[in-house]
């Protein structure tokens, strides 16, 4: 199992597969046999002292899946992925990765999975080439460090100190070490965070080729759009329980439409007060909430979208000399509905 990575930043160069590339490596999956799960998690208890971190929860990634695990800061991610890497011991429940228990499987098991975290712990003065090369050293039937240094598009840094490398450069060191065992199944933390919007493509479309191939990807994230783009299932983790599970597409269909409104400028707390007073003359319930990444959106919440609401709101900005540019019923996103099920707010929709 390889474990490492650092902050990520710069753009990342394209990547594409060819025959025999990491991303071609991984098993073929026997035609009309459904596969087992490559992780399986059940009834997962852990507590630390007398705090309970993660109260039974349930899931699986089968091989050629990628399910994203999303939730909040504490919410049990960090403890249950470790607990899925063998770094900790469940109180209570089993765990198993590619049929074998996560906890005594041992480094046979762990080199059939690759880590790509966030934090690293590399030595800043080596070079993608000695960690590349020495990580290969670990495994039996590694790929070639010298060509996947190539595929990631390291060659031109391959001789570069790891301290001067730029964060998109660190992460694509990150992704070769995690695919330098080929790894059947992988764990992936944040892996475009930071990452301009062209990087940020190449990685999610290398992603998606290493999840078509075969593998299991269990994601973690802040990025929504990196779910959105990628998970074929989403499980929400709030207060160590599972709350919620399903394509992006069902998530987003448990969640009632609701009148949006796009205005030219952001709306000062007394014009939001009076608005939102004057809608509850006719709905009690109706509350507004700002978009988290756009001040100049808001949602009309504790209220059905219907005509009377949309000429409710107009007449208000007519008698108010606010300009509204867009006003319009729709389902929610899957922010909204992430934000209905934790209330974090640490979440990141852009790109």
Partial sequence: MTATGDSPGAAVAAVDAAPGSAVDAAPSLAVGVPPAPAIEVRGLVKKYESQAVLRSIDLEVRAGELVALLGPNGAGKTTTIEIIEGYRRADKGSVRVLGIDAGTG????????????????????????????LYAALHDGARDPDALIEELGLGS??????????????????????????PEVLMLDEPTAGMDPQAKRTTRSLIRRLRDSGRAILLTTHD??????????????ARGRIVAQGTPAELTAGAAPALRLRVTAPLAEPARETLTAE????????????DTSDP??????????????TAAVASWAAANDVTITELRSRAATLEER?????????????A
């Fill in 106 to 133: 041992g480094p046979s098991l762990r080199a059939r999975v690759g880590l790509m975290l966030q934090g690293g712990g590399l030595d800043p003065r080596s070079t993608p080439r000695d960690v590349v090369r």
């Fill in 157 to 182: 840094v391959a001789h570069t100190r790891v301290r001067r490398l730029s964060g998109g450069e660190r992460q694509r060191l990150a992704l070769a070490l995690a695919l330098v065992g080929e």
């Fill in 224 to 237: 929504l759009a990196d779910v959105e783009r990628l998970a074929d299932r989403v499980l929400i983790l």
């Fill in 279 to 290: 809608l509850r003359r006719t709905w009690p319930d109706a509350r507004l909430e700002a």
């Fill in 296 to 309: 100049l959106e808001m949602t009309v919440a504790g209220a059905d979208p219907e005509p009377w609401l």
């Fill in 338 to 350: 992430y934000l209905e099920l934790t209330g974090d707010r640490d979440v990141q929709v852009a």
